[in-house]
């Protein structure tokens, strides 16, 4: 199977602002509240379509079904494609929230998988923080009078972030991404997400937003506590950010060149800043700041040639990967 480029799938939320299009070149109309650009997407009708060459027009689900060996390789039998790659700008705090495991997800919907997921930071403004777990000694009686006090942000680890740090969020991990933040999403093909506490904010409509508190607590790890950034590995060539169950996470930074290994896997390129010329087979061609590219499984040598600056994210299933879509 050739590479394969898809169409983004562009979410406009009041937390969202404009640097999808201005950092990240995405075709982003006069509005300012561009939240989320779904660069992979196989969930339910958000489908990722995609965008040029023999498969243009095909959506991610349509290829899962007629060409699963040749995408999956070595993790062929999968019925949905197990990762969902977003960017997100937010211009302002998120809700805190909580997500599912793959058991309780189903248990709240048989049709959602659980949510894993992992952020890289791309750009964020000074004093801009992150909100990942709760703080030492916070258990659901802690949070619970929290919660009736309005007093949620005490119970919460929070941190500034700068571009390059990463954070893995496991699923039941209580966390919020704050203001001024662009960043990466790799995350298990689901879109469960249960809110906690709003910061007492007021919708559109002039009405708090609803929350979802007990589902939250039936989904919190209150075992897990505080989180903090994950610390990189030096690994072939690129540095290893994120191994868990369900994906990886390597990065390289240009300049130079590197050859992508032949492992019956598919991977797939983020390029968060400056090129990459990708040489796959006879194909040529050059991602962007803001390109996601999927090589799938099935597919010719490939040789990754990033310029100088340039920060470059592979991202793929480990060798057995708890995908929660077999």
Known sequence: MPPLHFLPLLKRIRWGGRRLGTVLGKPIGPE???????????????????????????????????????????????????????????????????????????????????????WVIVDAQPGSRLYAGLKSGVDARTLRNALAEGRVEDCLHSFEVSAGDCLLIRAGTVHAIGEGILLAEVQQQSDLTFRLYDWDRLGTDGRPRPLH?????????????????????????????????????????????MGLPDDDRFHILMNLSGQTAVACGDDRQRLRTGDTLL??????????????GTVLLDIFLPDRASAGTE
Not at 240 to 249: K, P, T
Not at 295 to 308: K, N, S
């Open 32 to 118: 300012t509240d561009y939240a989320e650009s779904w660069e992979i997407a196989d969930h339910g009708a958000d489908q990722s379509l995609v965008a040029n060459g023999p498969l243009a027009g095909r959506t991610l689900q349509e290829l899962v079904e007629q060409y699963n060996s040749e995408l999956f390789g070595r993790h062929a039998g999968l019925r949905q494609f197990p990762l969902l790659i977003k960017f997100l700008d937010a211009t302002d705090r998120l809700s805190v929230q909580v997500h599912p495991d793959d058991v309780r997800a189903k248990q709240f919907d048989p049709s959602e998988n659980g949510k894993t997921e992992a």
């Open 213 to 257: 508190i007990e589902e939250s607590f039936q989904c919190i790890d209150f075992e897990r506590g505080p989180v903090g950034r994950v610390m990189p590995r030096h690994a072939s060539g690129g540095e290893d950010l994120v191994e868990c169950e369900f994906f990886q996470i390597r990065r390289y930074r240009g300049p130079g060149a």
């Open 295 to 308: 090589l799938p499984a099935a597919r010719e040598t490939v040789t990754l040639h990033p310029d100088e």
